[in-house]
């Protein structure tokens, strides 16, 4: 099976950075997303790794290593509007129509304190 | 420009009822998917559909009815909805290949309780 391990929950103070980590087993991949979900909310895109390395994006960079199947999210000065459910997911090496599905991680809660 | 919606946006009901979640995007996206979101289980895919006719199963499809007859449109049936099936449930939407990342794009979500 198909395996995505996240920390359960963070706490980080406001202006701080904090990492959150992502790591997984899977039968292929095919590409790694963050998404951020606020509560009560849909999941809204933030990231995407398909080579090793870090791809930055404002406040937010995201890394990934393709032979330790590891990948973190860095959030940097980070706001009260940031606390929110980090969710990492993978897109495995299906052929046809089930490439775009994407397993996800059970997500992050962050909360950040002032 | 709405995007992608569902409706309703919240519903209760009985164990044993028939109950069709309704999702609709706005972009011409030619892949749609369905996920439901528990504690403890993170999103979990039930159905995708790669175009109008085409869908197949996801991770949890048991007790889950879909169609698509139109690109637009990509129903939810719970055919005899039971507790188990209480849950928040996203649509999701995603581009044609054309290359990118091919991001989902999620609709705002329904919550359904089975009493």
């Known amino acids: 099976g198909q395996n995505i391990d996240q920390p359960t929950e963070m706490t980080a103070t406001e202006g701080a950075i904090v990492q959150i980590n992502c790591t997984y087993q899977?039968?292929?991949?095919?590409?790694l997303f963050w998404y951020q979900q606020h509560a009560g909310e849909a999941p809204t895109f933030l990231s995407y790794n398909v080579l090793d390395g870090l791809e930055e994006k404002g406040r937010f960079s995201s890394f990934l290593s393709r032979s330790k199947g590891y990948s973190y999210l860095l959030l940097k000065e980070l706001q009260m509007k940031d606390s929110a459910s980090y969710l990492c997911?993978?897109?495995?090496?299906?052929?046809?129509?089930?490439?775009?599905?994407?397993?996800f991680g059970k997500g992050t809660k962050l909360s950040v304190i002032p | 420009d709405a995007g992608i919606t569902q409706s309703p946006r919240y519903k209760i009901t009985e164990t044993g009822r028939q109950v069709t979640l309704m999702c609709h995007q706005t972009w011409s996206h030619s892949y749609m998917f369905w996920y439901r979101q528990d504690l403890g289980h993170g999103l979990r895919l039930i159905y995708y559909?790669?175009?109008?006719?085409?869908?197949d199963k996801g991770e949890v499809p048991d007790g889950y009815v879909v169609s698509r007859s139109k690109t637009e449109n990509f129903p939810l049936t719970l055919e005899s909805a039971t507790r188990s099936q209480t849950s928040v449930y996203f649509c999701?939407?995603?581009?044609?290949?054309?290359?990118?990342?091919?991001?989902?794009?999620f609709g705002p979500g329904t919550r359904l309780t089975v009493t």
């Open positions: 559909s790669a175009a109008a006719d085409i869908t």
């Open positions: 999701a939407s995603t581009l044609l290949p054309s290359g990118g990342p091919y991001e989902q794009y």
């Open positions: 997911a993978v897109r495995l090496a299906y052929s046809g129509a089930g490439s775009y599905q994407l397993t």
């Open positions: 899977t039968s292929g991949f095919n590409g």
